[in-house]
Nanobody
Framework: QVQLVESGGGLVQAGGSLRLSCAAS????????MGWFRQAPGKEREFVAA????????YYADSVKGRFTISRDNAKNTVYLQMNSLKPEDTAVYYC???????????????????WGQGTQVTVSS
């Protein structure tokens, strides 16, 4: 089992930046990929970005491509989400997630992940 703790959320004006962190502990060596999802009030949880623990390859949702960057620090067992040019529609609770089993391509749905953090609120004001 992998335990995940997110941090770095907050209130920012449109056009601003935030960096989210996700610290992993437990059986992190067995992780295949890490992902970030977000969920706005009244909406389903949606995929944001994913990264392979081993290769560092990344994959993004179209809505954040070119604005958000996912990265990882294997030595610190931490995954980051750098968010630039934030928009009010980026407002949501952001969750990181871990998947232990290998798969073809990047997992982009919540059911494909095994462990979740508690979430961190990101609010972008207009």
């Amino acid at each position: 089992q992998v335990q995940l703790v997110e941090s770095g959320g907050g209130l920012v004006q449109a056009g601003g930046s935030l960096r989210l962190s996700c610290a992993a502990s437990g059986r992190t060596f067995s992780s295949y990929a890490m992902g970030w999802f977000r969920q706005a009030p009244g909406k389903e949880r949606e995929f944001v970005a994913a990264i392979s623990w081993s290769s560092g390859s990344t994959y993004y949702a179209d809505s954040v491509k070119g604005r958000f960057t996912i990265s990882r620090d294997n030595a610190k067992n931490t995954v980051y989400l750098q968010m630039n040019s934030l928009k009010p529609e980026d407002t949501a609770v952001y969750y990181c997630a871990s998947r232990t089993r290998t798969t073809v391509g990047f997992p982009t749905t919540p059911s494909q992940y095994d462990s979740w953090g508690q979430g961190t609120q990101v609010t972008v004001s207009s």
